[in-house]
């Protein structure tokens, strides 16, 4: 058995051998030119016009295109796939945007037009001949102000910058609670605005084929098949089938390149205008204004709770930006996913939460590693501890006091939800033990009054993911349904191919998936090949996004795999003239229990290839495909302890202890879990100490333009990070899996908040908004010493 056992990746020796084969690998027959764009210089401004001429007439260039151009070759703008319907009754168009900017421009780094040339320097010099005429307008980057009466508008033709409002759960009988309440907590909290810096940034190579009409576009991409039906419906407006997209190795993703934009239908017309191959990189300066971010909510919040320290309500109004414009499915994030995510692991009697979505002059929202749920659990793992701290007990035990029972499961949220299985003491108590949680409280008394401050901080929580399809339709999302697919292949040598429908960026797909084939064939694991990411090879599929490749494209493998097995033992059975139930397998033969009669599994391949005979009816050959969509959600669950000192005099925060446990249900393979968990808490703590879209609130320039000014977590910010398990096999798939890729990301935010909160609340802090960086935790103190 190979599931549940730590195979070393089977990917991992091309990676480190510098043989992966990237978007900027790829060759193709004739010589790519190379394309830039030309991007907007302002947050807000009307086009008076874009002057091309001196551009074209430059050496090496091939051409320049504009939004005018764009919208003259008939094609489209992007479109809503998770559309949301506002609580308030009041439809308003969504913002949407196109491939070239024509009109106006609604963020720095808006594309306006694109040059294409023999080289990458004469195309950049030929942008630089580009001249752009601006009207300037005022704008909107601060999303607690974008709803303000005197709020500059992003889009004119809309009354506000109000996109639209949700709201769920019992205002009345949460407003009851709070009246009832012995204790009442209320925070302000900012959930920053970042962005992915994946280590391989945004590329594109694409090429038309005039004889065949056929385009190919390879791109660093997580959703190919949802790509190119984007390009076909709504960008490109181009025959489906005519449409090739390929996402080969890809460095990294996490949810920004689920997102589809602009530069990609935008290359394959190029292509078609020059009749060449046309390449474009993203630079990292160019990413930080361009590629799709995430967060960026302002929440007002509050929690009541009883004499007792158990949780009577939690109310939260939002106001969460979507940026300039609406991608296909962000408005979902802070619409469904977030609200739904508020109650955790505990039992909370009373919900309510209004998110208030809006448009900024900024970048277009879409996922980011945890896609609501981080900034969920950060509203209400902050909230936690300070009522811990407020009513003077220890954060821990409050937390344990609150957590749902294990009995309880499944268990049904205020908001409808229903949790399958968790048992949230259990992992409370494996990391107190593996924490040193007593003992690290003792130490952190002793550390009062001096200048390095101890803080111990906890964050729980359960993490919804795997929807399934008619649950995907019923709250409004279109074209992505909650399935996905495999086809597994055995060749007449033995040998396995499993062609998957999801996408690897670096979640260890290529081993996990051939662990379970292997499992299901009897087969040796390095005996199993994974393909995904080409259209023309691989059947249809959503790509990898929110946890779920396991659950859905996994449990598809598992499917076919069995399939295909049974038809081997059904031809073992017809060549051995036995029953099928007679059968054993053992070192590689079937075997007839009780005999010393044996066929070896490649013989049994070998015949059903041959066809000349197997069983009567039985079609030649073996190729199984499969697809599975779930029967509800997994919900994953999680809890982190982190302990971090705090210099008192230059409001530098050093994590000294990580501890997370993970109920991700059937551990496939405990090296890659532990892997995505590390990878998760490192992002999660970049976005807690240092990470952040800044944009001058005058201007709306963005402030972080280079690695300079947006800081990254480097290893030497991390000590060594302990995980544990405990697994709770989900009972909505045959394979007990849950979610893993997301849960270090959506506990660390509320880890470091409350352990830094921990440390100074005896000092007067009671909270500092992220990044938590040396100069706020410096101010934090010395406004706290004002007050005393």
């Not at 352990?755 to 802090?765: F, K, S, Y």
Request: hydrophobic share 40%; aromatic share 6%; net charge negative.
């Amino acid at each position: 058995m190979y599931m549940g056992t730590s195979v070393r990746r089977l990917e991992d020796r091309r990676f480190l051998t510098g043989a992966g084969r990237y978007v900027d690998d790829i060759a193709v027959g004739t010589a790519a030119a190379h394309a830039i764009f030309v991007r907007s210089a302002h947050a807000n401004a009307d086009l008076k016009s874009v002057s091309v001429d001196v551009a074209r007439a430059m050496p090496g260039v091939l051409c320049v295109l504009t939004g005018e151009d764009y919208e003259k070759a008939g094609l489209g703008r992007f479109v809503v796939w998770s559309p949301v319907s506002s609580t308030d009754k009041v439809e308003r168009p969504p913002m949407m945007q196109a491939g070239l900017a024509k009109d106006r421009v609604c963020y720095v780094g808006e594309p306006i037009a694109v040059v294409v040339a023999e080289t990458k320097q004469q195309a950049l010099d030929a942008a630089e001949a580009v001249e752009v005429e601006y009207t300037p307008r005022p704008s909107i980057t601060d999303t607690s102000r974008a709803l303000d009466p005197d709020a500059p508008l992003v889009h004119p033709n809309l009354p506000s910058n109000l996109a639209y409002v949700v709201e769920v759960g019992d205002a009345a009988r949460v407003e009851a609670a709070f009246t009832d309440a012995a204790h009442v907590v209320e925070l302000e909290l900012v959930n920053t605005r970042i962005t992915a810096n994946p280590m391989e940034p945004r590329c594109i190579l694409a090429t038309y084929e005039r004889a065949t009409d056929q385009y190919t576009i390879w791109v660093s991409h997580q959703g190919p098949h949802m790509l190119r039906r984007d390009l076909a419906e709504n960008t490109l407006r181009h025959p489906e089938h005519k449409i090739r997209v390929v996402a080969p190795d890809v460095g990294g993703g996490f949810g920004m390149k689920f997102a589809n934009h602009p530069e990609e239908p935008t290359l394959c017309w190029a292509a078609k205008v020059v009749g060449r191959p046309v390449r474009w990189t993203s630079t990292r300066s160019e990413g930080l204004i361009s590629d799709s971010q995430a967060r960026d909510h302002w929440t007002k919040c509050r929690m009541a709770f009883d004499k007792d320290g158990r949780i009577l309500a939690i109310s939260a109004d939002t106001v969460a930006s979507l940026g300039a414009y609406q991608t296909r499915m962000g408005g979902s994030i802070p619409a469904q996913f977030y609200p739904n995510s508020l109650v955790g692991p505990y039992t909370i009697p009373a919900v309510h939460c209004r998110v208030r979505c809006v448009y900024t002059n900024a970048p277009p929202i879409q996922s980011y590693r945890g896609a609501g749920r981080p900034e969920a659990n950060y509203v209400l793992e902050s909230l936690i501890e300070n009522g811990a701290h407020q009513m003077g007990i220890d954060p821990g035990k409050l937390r344990a006091t609150n957590f749902i029972p294990a009995s309880a499961f499944p268990y049904t949220t205020p908001l409808g939800l229903t949790y399958d299985v968790a048992d949230p003491g259990e992992m409370w108590r494996k990391a107190q033990a593996l924490f040193g949680y007593e003992e690290m409280r003792e130490e952190q008394k002793r550390s009062r009054g001096g200048r390095l401050l101890l803080g111990i901080g906890i964050a729980c929580f359960i993490d919804c993911v795997g929807a399934p399809s008619r649950v995907a339709a019923a709250f409004g999302r279109k074209v992505v349904g909650g399935w996905d697919s495999a086809t597994v292949r055995i060749h007449p040598t033995g040998q396995v191919t499993v062609l998957a429908g999801s996408h690897s960026h670096g979640q260890g797909h290529a081993t996990t998936y051939a662990q379970i084939a292997a499992d299901a064939l009897h087969c040796a694991v390095h005996d199993v090949e994974v393909i995904e990411g080409d259209t023309a090879q691989v059947q249809y599929g959503h790509g990898t996004w929110g946890s779920r490749s396991t659950i859905t494209a996994g449990t598809a493998v598992h499917k076919a795999a069995t399939a295909l097995f049974q038809k081997c033992r059904a031809i073992a059975a017809h060549l051995l003239e036995c029953s099928a139930s007679d059968l054993s397998f053992e070192g590689g033969d079937f075997r007839v229990v009780g005999t010393d009669r044996r066929l070896p599994f490649r013989s049994v391949t070998l015949a059903a290839y041959q066809g000349g005979n197997l069983p009567d009816g039985m079609e030649p050959g073996l190729e199984q495909l499969a697809a599975h969509d779930p029967l509800d959600r997994s919900y994953a669950s999680g809890l982190h302890l982190c302990a971090v000192t705090v210099d008192c005099e230059t409001g530098r925060v050093t994590i000294r202890r990580y501890v997370a446990i993970d109920d991700c249900g059937r551990v496939i393979n405990p090296m890659i879990v532990e892997g995505q968990a590390h990878g998760g808490i490192v992002q999660g703590v970049g976005q807690a100490l240092m990470e952040h879209c800044a944009f001058d609130l005058e201007s709306g320039q963005p402030l972080a333009g280079t690695f300079m000014d947006y800081a990254m977590p480097r290893a030497s910010d991390f000590p060594r990070f302990d995980i544990g398990f405990h697994e709770t096999p989900s009972p909505t798939n045959p394979l007990g899996v849950k979610g893993s890729g997301e849960s270090g990301t959506i506990g660390a935010l509320g880890a470091i908040r409350n352990a830094v909160v921990d440390a100074l609340w005896p000092l007067g802090v009671r909270h500092i908004d992220m990044p938590i960086t040396p100069a706020r935790v410096w101010e934090a103190l010395k406004a706290a010493s004002k007050r005393r």
